[in-house]
């Protein structure tokens, strides 16, 4: 928290013209993440031959023929409407991150839409990437455009983008608060009011917007209260770094997939490749099928078992990374969550042979905060996060706070980058004259 916050550029920044940007910004973002959902849904159903329920439902009840002949459509369709997009777009900023973070916010709107749907579409068919990068990207797009009406200056603008944009993530999670504290922490990396002001503004607009469609309630419904332990306690002090390690490694994971990823003509049928192995897998595994928001649930409520969570901790980042490698363009959140929950409650599982007292769900959730946290390296967006998708977690508070930290220190110190910066094009550093990844400001 930088202080005095106001005095340095708040009379600049928030103007009146800006905060009108702000309104018209967050109302944006609301209709255009329910309108992403609603297409996400839809295309769930019609792939998987389901009407109601969860996709992990959709997907249990269909044949194995269906779910591997599901994702071969969707790398079809992805690798040739990513690649004609690409093409036909060459050059158009649709990068919200490089934007903020390198740019001048400017983003183009019409390619970060083609670039929304075709994810969407993909990971409603069961492809393994979060569903939240493109109410993200579409929010900060129609930040970008409101900020030209607006005549706002180059601040304002990149302000603007970064506050639709964790608008965007908090209209799809119902999660407000968490995609302020995400606008503040990942986008523009610094606490303070002029900062947190629009960023809280825009989440509330953006998430009131959207219950137009979608429901007003916790994403995760029916996860316990579960009570604080000394079991627990000492597990959080212990399992916190090595999973600040294991996130480490998936950083460098998502790092390495994302600089060679497939390019040209070979981005054509990559994800075919991708997405079929993901679909043969998914025979035996079908929890690993889109974001993995069904398979963090099953963990929270404490309902699998440890031989099945340590597999899905294992397999959930490979298969993503595989999708990402490919050329896919999505997010990366609930991937993420979804494995420090499975994660969590594996290691919880087996830690109870010693020491018995909590429920796997316990652990899981402090998981799912430490891994997300650190993967993200922003810990205040992690149990913010894991707070408002479940309404629940206050118990716990203290092991997952503990576990969080040691996380995201373990995995600032080793490599300090996060899935967001590790993804970011090459660029010359100081690093023996070799090409790093553009470090997250």
Not at 153 to 174: E, F, I, K, M, T
Not at 212 to 238: C, E, H, Q
Not at 284 to 308: H, K, V
């Amino acid at each position: 928290m930088e202080q005095p916050n106001i005095t340095s550029q708040g009379h600049g920044i928030l103007t009146p013209r800006f905060w009108l940007a702000v309104v018209l910004a967050g109302v944006a973002a609301g209709l255009l993440g329910a309108l992403m959902m609603l297409l996400l849904f839809n295309v769930q159903y019609v792939a998987f031959g389901y009407h109601e329920g969860t996709l992990q439902h959709g997907v249990d009840q269909a044949s194995a023929l269906r779910r591997v002949a599901s994702l071969l459509v969707a790398g079809v369709f992805g690798g040739v409407a990513w690649f004609l997009l690409r093409r036909y777009t060459r050059g158009e900023p649709s990068e919200i991150d490089e934007a903020i973070w390198s740019g001048d916010g400017r983003l183009s709107f019409r390619r970060c839409l083609g670039t929304s749907v075709i994810s969407e579409v993909v990971i409603g068919m069961g492809a393994s990437i979060g569903r939240e990068a493109a109410p993200k990207l579409l929010g900060g797009a129609a930040a970008s455009v409101v900020a030209g009406w607006t005549g706002l200056s180059a601040d304002q603008r990149r302000l603007l983008v970064a506050c639709a944009g964790g608008a965007g993530l908090a209209s799809v999670y119902n999660v407000p608060l968490a995609g302020a504290l995400f606008t503040a922490e990942i986008l523009i990396g610094s606490i303070t009011l002029p900062v947190m002001l629009p960023a809280l503004a825009c989440s509330w607009i953006a998430t009131a917007t959207a219950w137009v469609y979608l429901p007003n309630r916790a994403v995760y419904l029916g996860i316990p209260d579960y009570k604080f332990s000394g079991t627990l306690m000492t597990w959080a002090l212990l399992a916190g770094p090595v999973i600040g390690l294991i996130s480490a490694a998936y950083i460098r994971l998502i790092g390495l997939v994302s600089h060679h990823r497939a390019m040209g003509t070979r981005a054509l049928y990559a994800p075919v490749l991708a997405f079929g192995v993901l679909g043969v897998i998914g025979i035996w595994y079908p929890q690993l099928f889109g974001n993995g928001l069904d398979m963090a649930r099953d963990a929270f409520l404490g309902l699998s078992g440890f031989g099945l969570l340590i597999a899905l901790a294992a397999l959930k980042p490979v298969v993503t990374a595989m999708c990402l490698g490919s050329g896919a363009s999505g997010g990366l959140f609930t991937p993420t969550l979804s494995t420090g929950a499975v994660l969590g409650g594996a290691l919880g599982i087996a830690w109870s042979l010693l020491w018995p007292g909590s429920p796997s769900g316990a652990f899981a959730m402090v998981g799912a905060a430490a891994m997300i946290g650190a993967a993200m390296q922003a810990p205040l967006s992690g149990l913010a996060l894991v707070l408002e998708l479940t309404h629940s977690g206050f118990g716990i508070m203290v092991p997952m706070m503990t576990a969080t930290v040691l996380a995201t220190l373990v995995a600032f110190y080793i490599d300090g980058y996060s899935i967001y910066s590790a993804r970011l094009p090459a660029a010359d550093g100081a690093h023996g004259g070799q090409a790093v990844p553009v470090a997250q400001t």
